[in-house]
């Protein structure tokens, strides 16, 4: 039970670090110059977030024997 709810905290934080991303790449792209180095860097983190976000809502999904 304790490791269901470790990788709830770590989803829920994964998740707000994604949305922060998400924020700053806009404002990236809405303020010249663009620096699109940075941009794709970003993309690349936020990408990784999102496979670990889902890695372990998966985790949290409960096996279903069939």
Known sequence: MEEITELEEKLVELQR???DLDDIVD?????????FLQMKRLQKKKLMLKDQIQKIKSELIPDIIA
Request: charged residues 40%.
């Open 17 to 19: 670090e994604h949305k």
């Open 27 to 35: 404002r990236l792209r809405s303020t010249p110059p663009i620096d």
